[in-house]
C-alpha cells in the first residue's frame, strides 16, 4: 500500500514492533511507493526498526510479477488502512489463497466479508498486534483462514461485462 496517513503504516509498525519485543520472530515486508507528504515519516519509523535489527523490509513499488511473488512468499497479509473507496489488496490477498488481517469499516469491511480475513480494530496497535499474533501463532485460527481465503471465488471481467450487457439489453 501506498505511505500514506490513511494507511496506517506507523501503527502497522507499532504492532510489529510489539511482537518482536514479545519474541516472536517473523519478517515484515512492506509493498508500496511513498508520497512525498506522508512517506518520509514512516521511513523514518522504518529506518529505525532496520537499525534495531528488526526484521522488515520495504520493497517501495514492484512489478506485477514481484507483486505476485510477494504474495506467494507471505503466509498473511496486514491491511491496516483506515478508509479506502474499494480494498483491493485485501482482494488480491485472498485471490492468491493468502488470509488478511484488515479492519471492518466501509469498503474494507465489505472486502473481508466471505472469509479468509481476521477482521481487528486498525486504529489501535494492540488490537493489531492480537490478529498479527493469532495469525502468526494460533495454527487453528490460521487453517481456518488459509482455508477461507483458497476457497473463495471471485467474478472475473468477464462475469460483469455480461453483467452490464444484461442491464443494458434489460433497458
Not at 483458497?150 to 471481467?157: G, I, Q, V
Amino acid at each position: 500500500a501506498t505511505l500514506e496517513r490513511r494507511k496506517n503504516h506507523l501503527v502497522l509498525l507499532d504492532a510489529a514492533e510489539k511482537l518482536w519485543g514479545a519474541g516472536l520472530d517473523f519478517e515484515l515486508v512492506l509493498v508500496g511507493r511513498t508520497t512525498a507528504d506522508w512517506g518520509a515519516t514512516v521511513l523514518v519509523e522504518v529506518d529505525r526498526l532496520v537499525k534495531r535489527g528488526r526484521p522488515l523490509k520495504w520493497l517501495r513499488h514492484v512489478s506485477d510479477q514481484g507483486l505476485h511473488q510477494a504474495y506467494r512468499d507471505c503466509s498473511f497479509t496486514v491491511y491496516p488502512s483506515m478508509r479506502e473507496g474499494f480494498g483491493l489488496p485485501i482482494l488480491e490477498s485472498l485471490w492468491h489463497g493468502r488470509p488478511c488481517v484488515c479492519g471492518t469499516e466501509g469498503a474494507i469491511g465489505e472486502a473481508a466479508r466471505g472469509g479468509g480475513c481476521l477482521t481487528i480494530a486498525c486504529a489501535e496497535a494492540a488490537s493489531l498486534a492480537s490478529g498479527m499474533r493469532a495469525s502468526l501463532t494460533d495454527m487453528t485460527v490460521y487453517h481456518r483462514l488459509f482455508t477461507e481465503a483458497r476457497d473463495r471465488t471471485f467474478r472475473s471481467w468477464d462475469d460483469y461485462l455480461y453483467e452490464l450487457f444484461h442491464e443494458i439489453d434489460a433497458t
